[in-house]
């Protein structure tokens, strides 16, 4: 069971706000999956090491692929942010 | 020239080369069916008219030129895209708001691929906000309908792109597969869809969802169009650090072959509660079918693919919260007017610029990836997902392929499922398997429910069998009269 505050937490962890009218459905919500999720407790997995790759082996990155990519134009990228000034990314004042 | 939307691409691409139909009237014929009947179905979410008829001139100014010829895989070809592909200068949204004015720096590298084969981008295909759904209703602009039955969803996240080939929009077009979303998009919209194995198609220009998992891949109106596209997209790419290096195959090479002797393997448990009975007789039939080609059926365990929606549904999100923590309106893509500060600049674009559904996996992705939950959650989602792929491989040693429904019910009504998020996600249970292993899935026609729907039989096989798959598809393809 997750408590309102976990998912406050949550919420704040991923920099989302939840409208507080909405916190106990999505909490519910939450719990469903979660209830769910825990199924894989029936599984023994003892000695067994994690994937978290579907390849079977890395191949080594080779010498050829060591090359630059072509490179994107600047005002290409700059045009696609919100705020610039000066080919650099505005963000709202950080330091007093 | 008749019917130029139903023509096979083989037929097609022919009929360009020889001059008896230029690639701008080709372009001219699929823009009109779009004209007439996407208001309705709403597959595409960018297109635009013009640019399509000039790029058409351009591809045959380059056929005048014999700089596209017919080593040109998809010479003068339309294939449409889904939105969450990267396109120069194209408008790219990946179905959500956060990213509803993005005109990527950048083409995806199977984009210049297809541009390099000499095919006709026609336009950007709806999907389900960042390719998380099964129905193209969690799409930030419209839901898509089903052209077989418009009350009905397409499927996802790929709705768009299987919706446009079900249409006649295009006869090629692109999805891509991190849990199902192309190969139940292509059961739900009677097209053949195809995730191959992982590796084999660069990802490079896909906008990461669940990047152990995704894949991109080709939906067509027959296991030889979706070769032809395959032959076109697949290949090493230097910036995907995961491409394959293996030698490039022609796919449309063993298409047609006799299958006798191939060993199918079937897992009962597939068939049990859960499954619409008329899929359960339409997928033993096309078995039936296969038998009767000389295959032989042979039952198989998958003991672990029980689990497989629960470890998808750790993983998925917790790659995808990772992901699209770069989404935070400081380098693309919307940023909220709303703020004080950098930390409320970040929380209110999130906030309006994503969808429910996203947020819910950013959410649960954040939760099972937290210090005090890695161990229950993801390091244990880790270890049966090393059991479900040694399922696979050991099963593998016994049989060629593995056949089975590719859903477990036909197309739903829109609506029918947006309240229950965990009921949505059943709809992926037969094929999240397959991206947990990272091998390739195919789902191809194989009947109609009594009232029309479309059935999908789905085939997995071992890593890079992409081949042998299509020509399995091809011959039931033949042997079904479809």
Redesign the interface.
């Known amino acids: 069971m997750t408590t309102l505050e976990?998912?406050a937490k949550?919420?704040e962890?991923?920099?989302?706000?939840i409208e507080p009218e909405k916190l106990e459905s999505?909490a519910a919500?939450?719990s469903?999956?979660?209830e769910?999720?825990n199924?894989?407790?029936?599984?023994d997995?003892s000695g067994?090491?994690?994937?978290?790759?579907?390849?079977?082996v890395f191949?080594d990155?080779?010498a050829?692929?060591r090359?630059d990519?072509p490179s994107?134009?600047l005002e290409?990228?700059m045009?696609?942010?919100?705020?610039t000034k000066e080919n650099q990314?505005r963000?709202?004042?950080?330091i007093e | 020239m008749k019917n130029i939307c139903e023509l096979p691409v083989r037929t097609l691409k022919s009929a360009i080369l020889k001059r008896e139909i230029s690639t701008r009237e080709v372009a001219h014929s699929f823009l009109e069916r779009i004209e007439e009947r996407d208001s309705e179905i709403h597959a595409f979410l960018t297109l635009d008219h013009e640019q399509v008829l000039d790029n058409a001139d351009k591809i045959d100014n380059q056929i005048e030129k014999g700089a596209v010829s017919d080593k040109s895989i998809l010479a003068g070809i339309p294939v449409a895209i889904k939105d969450n592909i990267v396109t120069?200068g194209t408008r790219t949204t990946c179905g959500s708001k956060i990213l509803g004015n993005?005109?990527?720096?950048?083409d995806a590298t199977v984009v210049d691929f297809l541009q390099r084969e000499g095919a006709l981008i026609l336009g950007k295909c709806n999907c389900d906000e960042f390719a998380m759904g099964s129905s193209t209703e969690n799409s930030a602009f419209f839901p898509t309908r089903n052209p077989l039955d418009t009350e009905r969803v397409p499927g996802g996240s790929s709705g768009g792109s299987a919706a446009a080939v079900a249409s006649g929009f295009t006869p090629l077009s692109l999805g891509s597969d991190t849990g199902g979303s192309i190969r139940q998009p292509a059961a739900f919209c009677g097209v053949t869809g195809l995730k191959p194995t992982?590796?084999l198609v660069s990802r490079y220009g896909l906008v990461a969802f669940g990047s152990?998992?995704d894949q991109i891949g080709p939906f067509g109106r027959s296991a030889e169009d979706v070769a032809i596209l395959l032959n076109a997209i697949s290949g090493h790419d230097?910036?995907d650090?995961?491409s394959?290096?293996r030698p490039e195959e022609d796919y449309t090479a063993r298409l047609q072959r006799d299958i006798k002797g191939t060993r199918i393997g079937i897992c009962p448990n597939w068939f049990t509660s859960g499954l619409d009975p008329e899929i359960s007789s339409s997928v033993k039939h096309a078995m039936e079918i296969l038998e009767g080609q000389g295959c032989s059926v042979i039952e198989i365990d998958l003991p672990?693919s029980d689990?497989a929606?629960?470890?998808y549904?750790?993983i998925a999100p917790a790659e995808a919260?990772s992901n699209l923590?770069r989404f935070?309106?400081?380098?693309?893509?919307?940023?909220s007017s709303d703020?004080?500060?950098?930390e409320s600049?970040?929380?209110?674009t999130?906030?309006q610029g994503?969808g429910e559904e996203v947020?819910?996996r950013?959410?649960?992705g954040?939760?099972v990836l937290?210090s005090g939950y890695y161990d229950a959650?993801f390091?244990?989602?880790?270890?049966?997902?090393?059991?479900i792929?040694q399922d696979y491989l050991k099963a593998f040693e016994k049989v060629d392929f593995i056949a089975g429904p590719t859903t477990p019910t036909p197309p739903f009504k829109l609506g029918e499922k947006t309240t229950n998020?965990?009921e949505m996600y059943l709809s992926d249970i037969y094929t999240v398997g397959t991206?947990?292993?990272?091998i390739p899935g195919l789902s191809t026609p194989c009947g109609k429910t009594s009232t029309g729907l479309p059935i999908g039989l789905q085939l997995q096989g071992p890593?890079f069998s992409e081949a042998g798959m299509l020509n399995l598809a091809s011959v039931l393809e033949s042997e079904l009269g479809n």
């Open positions: 976990d998912v949550i919420a962890l991923s920099r989302l706000d999505v919500n939450f469903e999956i979660l769910y999720i199924r894989l407790n029936q599984v997995t067994v090491d994690p994937v978290y790759h579907a390849t079977a191949e990155v080779k050829e692929d090359q990519p994107m134009l290409e990228v045009d696609s942010a919100p705020k990314f963000v709202p004042k950080v | 120069r993005y005109i990527p720096p950048y992982y590796g152990s998992l230097p910036r650090s995961t394959s290096h672990y689990y929606i629960e470890t549904y750790i919260s923590a935070d309106g400081v380098k693309y893509g919307f940023r703020h004080t500060d950098l600049m970040y929380r209110n999130r906030t994503f947020k819910r950013i959410m649960i954040t939760y937290s959650y390091l244990k989602a880790g270890k049966v997902r090393n059991l792929k998020p965990l991206n947990l292993a990272g890593h």
